[in-house]
Each structure stands twice: as C-alpha cells, then as structure tokens.
C-alpha cells in the first residue's frame, strides 16, 4: 500500500459529542429527532442515528463537564434536513429553543441549536442548490 492509498480518507465514522449527563443527552437529542441506535451505560456512550447513514454521533460522558459548556471552543457539525426552517419550528415546538432565527447560507437555509454542555449542531438544507442536495427516500 502506498502512503497515498494509507491516508486516502474514506468518509465519516462517527462525530463524537462531550455530555455531563448521559440520560439528558439522549432526551435532547431525541426531541431533536436523533433515534438511539445503541446505548452502553457502562460504556458511557450512546450512538444516534443520522439518516440511513452508518456513521452516527456518538454522545460520550464526561462527567467533568456536569452541566457547563466546555472550556473549549465547540465546533458545530452541520446535518442536511429537507427544509431547515420548518426544521426551527419543530424543534421549538419540541421544547428546543435554536440559537437565531434561521439564516442564509449560500446552499440554502441553517438554524442551529445548542444542547446544554455548548455543542452546537446545525441543521441545513439545500433549497438554493437542490443539485447538491441528497436525493429523498424511497
């Protein structure tokens, strides 16, 4: 194998997400319509689906965090949805306040929501440039 193919990189595994308290975690993320698809207490993790993808984001305790943003900047990671400002009004209907009102972005749409240890998760769509987006379920 050549150091090319080596560091070829392939796609997503998951997005792991730092959380003070799992069982909260998993109830946001579930008003936010993140399905569970594993959950290790003992582990301390718990794996939410995206989509039909395979790669999830893994919500992973840490107990130093309680119920404090990180002392850390938060990336935001970004997920297409259909039509983000219908997504905004689902969330806040389910009890999750976004962070602004939805904004342009050069694709189409984004509104994003924090959950309460400061990670920020986006939710876009792809209205301006339906070319790019995904293609919808069958």
């Given at each position: 194998?050549?150091?090319?193919?080596?560091?070829?990189?392939?796609g997503?595994?998951?997005?792991?997400?730092?959380?003070?308290?799992?069982?909260?975690?998993?109830?946001?993320?579930?008003?936010?319509?993140?399905?569970?698809?594993?959950?290790?207490?003992?582990?301390?993790?718990?794996?939410?689906?995206?989509?039909?993808?395979?790669?999830?984001?893994?919500?992973?305790?840490?107990?130093?965090?309680?119920?404090?943003?990180?002392?850390?900047?938060?990336?935001?990671?970004?997920?297409?949805?259909?039509?983000?400002?219908?997504?905004?009004?689902?969330?806040?209907?389910?009890?999750?306040?976004p962070?602004?009102?939805?904004?342009?972005?050069?694709?189409?749409?984004?509104?994003?929501?924090?959950?309460?240890?400061?990670?920020?998760?986006?939710?876009?769509?792809?209205?301006?440039?339906?070319?790019?987006?995904?293609?919808?379920?069958?």
């Amino acid at each position: 194998m050549s150091d090319e193919e080596s560091y070829e990189l392939l796609g997503f595994d998951n997005v792991l997400l730092p959380v003070g308290d799992l069982e909260e975690a998993v109830g946001f993320y579930g008003r936010a319509g993140f399905p569970v698809a594993f959950r290790l207490d003992e582990a301390g993790i718990a794996l939410l689906k995206v989509g039909n993808e395979t790669p999830g984001v893994l919500l992973r305790l840490d107990e130093e965090l309680s119920h404090r943003p990180p002392t850390w900047a938060s990336a935001r990671v970004w997920l297409e949805v259909r039509d983000a400002r219908a997504t905004a009004d689902a969330l806040a209907a389910a009890g999750i306040q976004p962070l602004d009102a939805p904004f342009p972005v050069a694709t189409g749409w984004t509104v994003e929501v924090a959950d309460p240890w400061g990670n920020v998760i986006g939710f876009t769509d792809y209205g301006k440039r339906p070319e790019l987006a995904r293609p919808a379920r069958a």
